[in-house]
């Protein structure tokens, strides 16, 4: 069986919101698509352009940003630099001028209304997350490509090799069963095994560095969200629950950065509900700044992005003495185990459903989690197949298309449940577990397939359409 290499940061990308498969995934296919053009020289031969958004990408696509997104990718905006406070400038300038500057360099004929089509009852085979880009050029010859969002920002171009791949790990992994012979050979821990892995990327001391900026996003998006008031774009009128969360539970302690508020947060108190309820702050606070296209880390994706922060500050914040190191391995483990579910299963929610996205991010946190307080690498692979056996047949049915409701509350039940397999796991002797965690892929990806797919990131099913449309109400 040939071993896909997914990288740490594959499955972590510091992006923004709402959606990694519907926001992140077109921008880049934008920015792949200028760049095709750039390699055969024919950027410069540009007259206009147009957008076909197929599936999922057309019947959430509003809702989730991607006629915003792939306008910036085609405009050479990088989802990782460009300053939140430009994105809508920039979309009202092309919008007014109606001319778009291709990779940011050469002007053509562009404008949105009408050059983003939306075919909401067309879907392309290999994905529902398909959308093709179609360029004509001014010695009349046209080119058009089209690119699959499949989940977690990855995309692939039609025809392209996934399985292609030049690096070759030392230790190669598709499964759970993998990762344990490699474990059990070596004598490493999980994050061990990924960090050599890693080794066929970049040195140890790079592969640390950018670990560490991950988890600074991260930090800057828990912050920002618990201190950002106000209503969430998009229509449903969804008040941001975080800051005043935050407020209450501090009660007027005193702070003046990230560091210090940590401590006050820390010197709060640790009884159940009070660290209960910061999980849950911390988690809303990220997913509320997702709704609101600021700059999130996916974890693995977008609409999940607020789970492995929460367990991540949840260890950060309750337990003594976690070094930057400690910080490092758990981003680490949790990796390995998204990268297990990419390659069994899917961590897309347009093929799988929530369970594809929270179920996965919830599995990620239990591992790391575990191994975190002093577990063994099977009782870290017990506490993932816990959280997903949990989170089996979860739909995917965002209100309106928005990433908003049920989707942002969706994150802090995924944080606890993270927490909660995480101290089943330890206090179970691994021999307990009848199930699997490889037997729970495997389980996840066959209800994917049996999922009827109006419960897959189309909003038409669940939520999305029995709830009154007084949405001024929500």
Not at 3 to 16: L, M, N, R, T, Y
Not at 39 to 59: E, F, I, P, R
Not at 210 to 222: D, H, S, T, Y
Not at 340 to 351: L, P, V
Request: hydrophobic share 45%; with cysteine; charged share 20%.
């Amino acid at each position: 069986m040939a071993h896909e290499a997914i990288s740490v940061f594959d499955i972590f990308k510091i992006g923004i919101g709402p959606s990694s498969s519907h926001t992140l995934g077109p921008w880049r296919a934008a920015q792949r698509f200028t760049e095709v053009l750039q390699q055969q020289d024919l950027l410069h031969l540009a007259q206009s352009v147009k957008v076909l958004l197929y599936g999922s990408l057309a019947k959430t696509g509003k809702g989730h940003g991607t006629d915003v997104a792939v306008q910036l990718g085609l405009a050479g905006e990088d989802p990782v630099t460009v300053p939140v406070a430009d994105l809508d400038p920039i979309i009202a300038r092309i919008a007014a001028g109606k001319k778009i500057r291709l990779g940011g360099i050469h002007e053509v004929v562009f404008d949105p209304a009408t050059d983003i089509e939306f075919l909401m009852t067309e879907s392309l085979p290999f994905h529902p997350n398909a959308l093709t880009f179609l360029v004509t050029l001014s010695d009349g010859r046209s080119l058009a490509e089209t690119y699959y969002s499949i989940g977690g920002g990855f995309v692939v171009k039609e025809g392209e090799n996934q399985e292609a791949s030049a690096v070759q790990l030392p230790f190669p992994i598709n499964d759970a069963e993998e990762l344990l012979h490699w474990c059990r050979k070596t004598g490493l821990t999980i994050n061990e095994v990924v960090l050599e892995n890693e080794s066929a990327w970049r040195g140890e001391a790079e592969t640390r560095a950018g670990v560490l900026k991950i988890w600074k996003v991260m930090q800057e998006c828990v912050y920002r969200g618990s201190h950002t008031g106000g209503t969430l774009p998009g229509g449903l009128n969804v008040k941001r629950r975080a800051a005043d969360l935050a407020k209450r539970l501090l009660a007027g302690k005193p702070y003046d950065s990230y560091e210090t508020w940590v401590e006050s947060i820390r010197t709060g108190g640790n009884h159940f509900q009070y660290i209960l309820d910061w999980v849950s702050c911390f988690a809303l606070a990220v997913n509320e700044e997702n709704a609101s296209f600021s700059r999130v880390v996916t974890a693995p994706t977008n609409g999940a992005a607020g789970v492995i922060p929460a367990v991540l500050h949840y260890y950060t914040v309750f337990y003594p003495d976690v070094t930057e190191d400690k910080v490092v391995q758990f981003l680490l483990t949790a990796s390995e185990i998204g990268s297990i579910f990419k390659k069994g299963a899917t961590i897309s929610a347009a093929m799988g459903g929530c369970q594809a996205e929270i179920g996965v991010s919830s599995s990620m946190a239990a591992a790391a989690l575990t191994e975190a307080l002093g577990g063994s690498q099977r009782q870290a692979l017990m506490a993932a197949e816990i959280a997903m056996e949990h989170h089996l047949g979860m739909t995917c049915d965002p209100i309106a298309g928005l990433v908003q409701v049920p989707c942002i509350e969706r994150n802090t039940m995924g944080a606890i449940k993270a927490i909660t397999a995480s101290q089943l796991a330890l206090q179970s002797a691994p021999d307990y577990a009848k199930v699997s965690l490889d037997a729970v892929v495997d389980t996840m990806w066959a209800t994917a397939l049996d999922m009827n797919s109006k419960y897959k990131e189309t909003a038409e099913g669940g939520l999305a359409i029995n709830i009154p449309l007084s949405l001024s109400e929500c």
